[in-house]
Each structure stands twice: as C-alpha cells, then as structure tokens.
C-alpha cells in the first residue's frame, strides 16, 4: 500500500484528514496488530499472579473479564486521544494500551500480605490515573527534573524487573503452583517458547509489511498451534463464555492500600513523560513539526483520565504505545480517524467475551516466549534512551548509584533488616517491636524501580553538572581517544 494511493503528501501529514475507507480499515488493523499482544500480555500475568489463571483458586471467568477490559478501555483511551472531548485527547494519531511500566510495582503490591488484592489494585490504578491526569496542568515544567539520564535508567529497570518474569513464562510459570509441576522447566515448555522466539526472530528480520509489524503476534500464533498439537492448550472454557458481556463498574470492589496508591502515583510521573515523547515522536515522524503544549497537556489529560475509567471497570493502567509511533512513521500516515477505526475494534472485541476467552486459553510457556522479546525491548529501549546521555564521571556516578540500589533491592528485599524483617507470610515486622507495620514501605523499596527512579532524580538535581577533578578530564581524554581511533580506521 504505497502513500500515493492514500493521499497527497499535505493530506498524509494532515490529523483531521480521513484517507478513503478501504485505505484506512486496513490502515486500523494494522495498528491493533502491532500493539495487541502487548496490550493483553500485562492482564494475563496479572491474573496469574492474582491466583485467578492458575492454581486451586483459579477464577477463569475473572481472566477473561481482565483480558476484555484490557482489550475494551484500550480502544476507549485510544478515543479520548483521537477524537477527544474539551481539553482532553491530543487529537493525534496516538494508540492507548495497557501498560508494562506499572508491572514492577503491581507484581509485589500483588504478592505481599495484606494488599487487598485486586480491589486494592484496581482502586489505585483509579487514583493514579486521576492524579495522572492532573499532571497535565504542568507537565511541561518537571520535564527538566527527567532528562534521558533519569528516564532511560527508570525505563531500563523496567525491562530488569519484568525479564524474570519472561523466563518463569518460559519455563512454565511464575509463582510456586507453577514451578511444583513436573513439567516446569521441561524441554516441552522451552521448545513451545522457543518456537515463538525464532518465527518472530525470522519474520522481523526477514519479513516487510504487516508481517513485520505483527511478528509477535504471529509468532505467538504459530506457538499456539505448535502447544495445541502437542495437547496443552486446554479449550474447555470456550463453550461457558458468553457471546456478548458488558462492563462492570468495580467488580472487584474497592479497597484502599497505600503501597498500591504511591506506587501508582509514583509511576504516573513516568507514565506522563514517555506519552510526551511518544506525542513529539508523532509530530515529527508524521508531519516534521514539533508537538504543541496543547497537544501535549491534552495527550496527558486523556493518559490519566483513560487510566482512571479502566480501573473503575476493572481494567489496568493505560499509556501510549511507542511501537505505534514507529508504525506511523513508516506509513507515513498521520491521520487520526486511522487510529479511531482501530479503537473501535479494540472496543468491539472487549465486548466479545468469546475472545478473552480464547486469549486465556495461550499456554503460559507460549506466552513466556513472545514477553522475551518484549520484555528484553523494554530494556532496549532504556538503553536507547541512554545513548543520548553525556557520559561524564557525574554521571556515570549517578546511573552507578541508582542502579546498584535498585537492582540490589530487588534481589535482596530484606536488606533493610535494620528497620523490618518478614514473617513466614511475607508481612513486614518491626525489627525487635513484634509489631507489623504497613506494607506501603516494604512494597515500594523491595520493588527497586522507585529507590532507583528517586535517587536518580534527587542526585540530578543536587550534584553540580561539572565535577572538575582529574577522573573528568581522564575520561574526556579517553572518549575523544576513542573517537579518534573510530575515525582513523
């Protein structure tokens, strides 16, 4: 499908404008294709780290209600974008969906004792996506508080934190149900995961179009049908799950934890930041302009307020996809009713409980080898984000200190024994009272995302941008060593 046949090139860089109906369905699809599997994939570990996928306490009917409200409020965040209401919606091409960046603070807000579960997490996604929304007021001004040293180290945690959770998927699960199994770690789950990694491995590399673009969705397909004929997909939930379903206003009711409320709080921050990039990224990949404060502060108004209606019907937190960005730039297609027509599918099949229903039935071990390949291009992309870092000795010392303490908390989360230690239920005690005390802290600290994301901020705004002792000029010798030697061979 070439640009000619869309559109003049004014009219592709055109927003309002709406190519021709066989053009732009297509055109709709293809959107939902790049950013489904990502979409789903966090309400599928949530419910397994919820107990209602796997394990005595299984609820299937609550993983596919999750699934559908993934698949519904993506499609209704995606709309606040493009069509928009009052202040609300950038008005752009921009694609809604549910979040990974939220993950590492949900997973052990999820595990820990006494946290409500998914009341507590539901109410704090509804929180969190309002006080989200209110950052539109002034998120422009604490740009300055998150430059790519701070972001891309946040965003290269994210992808630490969650490729633990691609490993267990492929060896059979996360959680202590799953690795009891005989088959956990067998080489039956490894070959299931290994077949989605090496077709979407092939087609990315090797494939154009919207087979490119739908790797590992395509990839998960042919998964499906490998774990399929080697009996463990399980289809005996299909027959129960009805045709058509609507939402429900606080299934899960509500419950308000601190530690899933400052968490989700906290995350917005950076929630916020990445759909301002993504925005800019549209701007200037779609029509070679810069993006507006108002299509800034409206893109942040639908981020919170789309985030806040999931939770309220049981659904995750919302942020814009960046892979949809780069889809837009390769069309060359900037035109928001593009994007609508994929929103209304999205909707359309949340309405379907059929469809959640199938979704549910993906083999963990399938699953676990498309997240490998998503989960290790978050982390790719915080080091993309990293490459645009000036890597003098201040801040080297800033991402080394940050880093150490965030991953050393999540690999050793009793290490503040000075002040707490666990119980056997994994409760947090005062260290000599007896007492408990809340889970907000242990949560929060033992997550590792927030301790790095906080001192990386604190020392970027504290430290003096020159440190001016001899390591500095050793290093800037060094770099420009470097850099000559590059350009002599």
Not at 36 to 42: D, E, G, K, L, M
Not at 265 to 283: K, N, P, Q, R, W
Not at 355 to 372: H, K
Not at 415 to 442: C, E, Y
Request: proline share 5%; aromatic share 8%; glycine share 14%.
């Amino acid at each position: 499908m070439t640009e000619a046949s869309i559109g003049t090139p004014e009219q592709l860089r055109d927003p309002n404008y709406t190519p021709p109906l066989a053009k732009a369905v297509p055109l709709g699809i293809q959107h939902v294709l790049a950013m489904f599997v990502s979409n789903v994939t966090p309400a599928i570990i949530i419910s397994s780290v919820a107990g209602i996928a796997f394990g005595p306490d299984a609820d299937p009917e609550a993983r596919v209600y999750l699934l559908q409200m993934a698949m519904m409020f993506a499609g209704v965040a995606t709309l606040f974008q493009t069509i928009g209401f009052g202040p609300v919606g950038a008005r752009l091409p921009i694609v809604q969906g549910t979040s990974f960046a939220f993950l590492p603070v949900m997973i052990p807000a999820m595990v820990g004792a006494g946290t409500a579960g998914l009341a507590g997490l539901m109410t704090g996604v509804v929180i969190g996506g309002l006080f989200h929304a209110c950052l539109g007021i002034f998120v422009g001004r604490i740009r300055f508080a998150l430059p790519p040293l701070v972001t891309g180290l946040i965003v290269l945690m994210i992808g630490l934190a969650l490729i633990k959770v691609g490993i267990e998927y492929a060896a059979g699960g996360a959680g202590d149900f799953n690795r009891s199994k005989p088959t956990w770690g067998g080489m039956s789950n490894w070959f299931q995961a290994g077949v989605v990694l090496f077709v979407t491995l092939a087609l990315k590399f090797f494939a154009r179009g919207m087979l490119s673009v739908s790797a590992v969705l395509i990839g998960l397909i042919v998964g499906y049908v490998v774990a399929f004929l080697m009996g463990d997909v399980n289809l005996s939930g299909l027959g129960g799950a009805a045709w058509v379903a609507l939402p429900q206003p606080f299934k899960f009711g509500i419950a308000f934890n601190p530690a899933i409320i400052i968490g989700m709080c906290l995350m917005a921050f950076i929630s916020a930041i990445e759909t301002v990039g993504d925005v800019s990224g549209i701007t200037k990949g779609g029509a070679d302009r810069e993006a507006t404060d108002k299509e800034v502060t409206g893109a942040t108004y639908a981020d919170g307020l789309g985030s806040a209606l999931a939770g309220v019907f049981g659904s995750l937190p919302n942020t814009s996809f960046s892979q949809n960005v780069g889809l837009i730039a390769m069309t060359g297609v900037m035109s928001r009713h593009v994007v609508t027509i994929g929103a209304i599918f999205l909707i359309a099949c949340g309405l379907v409980p059929k469809v959640g229903a199938v979704i549910s039935t993906i083999p963990i071990q399938v699953l676990g080898g498309g997240v490998i390949v998503m989960f290790g291009m978050v982390a790719a992309a915080g080091l993309s984000m990293l490459s645009d870092v000036n890597w003098n000795s201040r801040n080297m010392i800033i991402f080394a200190v940050a880093l150490s303490v965030g991953l050393g908390l999540q690999q050793v989360p009793d290490a503040f024994n000075i002040f707490f230690k666990f119980d056997d239920a994994g409760a947090f005690l005062l260290n000599g009272g007896g007492g408990k005390i809340p889970n907000t802290f242990g949560i929060l600290m033992t997550s590792g995302l927030l301790p790095a994301a906080f001192i990386a901020i604190i020392l970027n705004l504290l430290l003096p941008k020159t440190i001016g002792d001899e390591a500095e000029a050793e290093l800037a010798g060094a770099v420009v060593g470097i850099k000559d030697n590059s350009k002599q061979s």
